[in-house]
């Protein structure tokens, strides 16, 4: 009787928790699109749910991707949707969509064309013959091509030039290159650095996708989902939860990007951004015109019905 009521005292004193902590291998881009990401690590809303998580940043969207069907990470958080649409092409069913990042009408701030300040390019067609750097990866690249092709040809006219993102402001800088078409933040503290000035701030409106463009995206590895399924859904609600936070405190929130994407507070608090949303707050057909346009250009081998990639719990 004795040891009966000693365990039940150490129980009492010393509870044992009523679930057990989850590692989860997260992987993100120093990018806005990556906001909910820095948000949830921030302010505890992993570790809320029994999840701890160990987050890697990537430079490209397709190492991230590599990283993701590879199992090296179980959630990406987030890259480009043509990086995914990429792999989805080459090798279906590797991952599912839980979140989006982007637009509902054809007007993307957040994907500018930059010059440097001083030069004398007053548009598109300007940059004939001239450096232009993107973003590592060949999709990137596909999308560049594809949006020059509006106003010359990309194959003859222009050189493209692969540059990391860390390395782009420096670039443009010392004359490597003529122009930098990027994702924010480079554009904007380019800008904020006297190097820069925007040359085109939405060029993806030149695509005309009226349904809005599915820039980013976070997503799943397909096993890691299929095998922790529950845990999958509290990752869900924790970056679901984040986007509620950024909804309710934007300027809060920004400051997560000054230490993240390493940039001045200053610029976090002014960066361009467009909408997170959750599934079900979204036209899941949006994506498809956009698929549609890079596969003209070649990039993917194979149609991809892109409404069959979401996640459903």
Known sequence: MKRVC???VLIILFPVSSYSVEEIQIGYLPVSMSLPTFVALER???GEQGLSPKATQFVSGTLIMDALITGRIDVNAGSASVGHWMVES??????KIFLIYGTDNEMDNTFPIIVKKDSPYKNLLDLKGKK???FPGITSLALSKAIFRKFLDPEKEIIFIEIPPQNMVEALAAGQVDAVFTPEPFGIMGVSKGVARYLVKSPHQALQLKKGILGGVFSFNTKF???KPEVAKKVKA?????VDFIRANEVEARRYLAKY???PEPVALQIPLEKWFKIGEFDQTMGQPYFDVLMREGLYKRFVDTKQLYYRD
């Not at 080459?90 to 991952?95: A, D, I, L, R």
């Not at 924790?238 to 984040?242: L, T």
């Open 238 to 242: 924790v970056c679901e939860k984040a």
């Open 6 to 8: 000693l365990i039940f």
């Open 261 to 263: 994407a390493n940039m």
């Open 90 to 95: 080459n090798m279906p069913g590797t991952f």
């Open 132 to 134: 232009v750097g993107t």
């Open 225 to 227: 989902l299929q095998s």
């Open 44 to 46: 505890g809303y992993f």
